[in-house]
């Protein structure tokens, strides 16, 4: 076994809560400003997050959800165009600090930078989105941070398959024994684990219900010394929160 070299974080769901207050809010503005009647709900929300990928949801609401809506050759434009506006009123919002880091990530990242270990992100969002996200609500520069950010529509095929993790993979050269990775839904362990990689879950609100086998270990949160996550599957080691002495563990067991 090889030691562990770097940390594979998704974001969405997992460095922060973001789709319910940040991605279906700028859907919904943006589809009020095409003068659209559409709307997004919580609720709504959570069956359409089946399909990774803001496009693909959206011609995935139309298929499903909203049938009644004319489509034709122009659709795909259409999809487009939302998708940027979209892309302006999340980025916007995230600028307003209105979407914190979920509790542990700072904590974990820093002590990880501080071991020298490596970082990359895997994603389905758009580049953009990411920048923002950790521009704002993990730091000024730390973009710089992550080696490797392999997000959006840079591999055609989105979560659950596994190309990009293996995108991610190969950037960084490693192996996926080399690495861990950090998901929050059952698309997003499906494509880290049919990557290959040991796979750590923080559930969220849209994915307590998710099926999560074949997972290292599944937290509520990345808990804090004073915030203790809760262990809702697998070997925490006796540790009370997610440090690089627990990842090392985890890392190092079959
Ligand atoms: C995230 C997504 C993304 C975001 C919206 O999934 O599915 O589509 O919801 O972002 P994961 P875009 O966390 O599994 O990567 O609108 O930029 O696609
Ligand atoms: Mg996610």
Redesign the pocket.
């Known amino acids: 076994m090889t030691a562990l070299q770097a940390l594979i974080f ?5 460095l922060a809560d ?2 319910r207050d940040g ?1 279906r809010v700028a859907f919904n503005q943006a589809f009020k400003q095409a003068g659209l009647d559409w709307h997004w709900s919580v609720e709504l929300y959570g069956e359409l ?1 089946e399909v ?4 693909e ?1 959206m011609a995935f609401y139309l298929q499903k959800y909203n049938t009644d809506f004319p489509q034709d050759e122009h659709t795909p434009e259409l999809i487009k165009e939302l ?1 940027k506006s ?2 302006r009123h ?1 980025t916007e919002l995230l600028a307003t600090g209105a979407i914190p880091m979920r509790p542990g990530v700072k904590r974990l990242i820093n002590e990880a930078r501080a071991q020298g270990m490596r970082l990359a992100i895997a ?4 580049p953009e ?1 990411v920048t923002a996200l950790l521009e704002h609500a993990l730091g000024s520069g730390s973009t710089d941070w992550f080696e490797v950010i392999a997000a ?1 529509d840079i591999v055609p095929a ?2 659950p398959a596994a190309d990009i993790y293996h995108w991610a993979l190969d950037k960084l050269k490693l192996a996926a024994a080399d690495c861990l990775a950090f ?3 059952e ?2 362990v499906k ?1 880290s684990l049919g990557a290959g990689l040991k796979t750590i879950i923080t559930i969220n609100d849209y994915t307590r219900t998710h099926d999560f086998s074949g997972a290292a270990l599944v937290l509520d949160n990345m808990g804090e010394p004073d915030q203790p996550f809760e262990v809702l599957a697998g070997n925490s080691f006796n540790e009370s929160y997610l440090n690089m002495s627990l990842l090392e563990k985890l890392h190092g067991t079959n």
């Open positions: 998704d974001v969405d769901g997992t973001t789709e991605h997050l990774t990928g803001g496009k949801r998708h979209k892309t999340y994603t389905t969002t758009t989105n959006g989105k979560k998901e929050d839904s698309n997003g494509s």
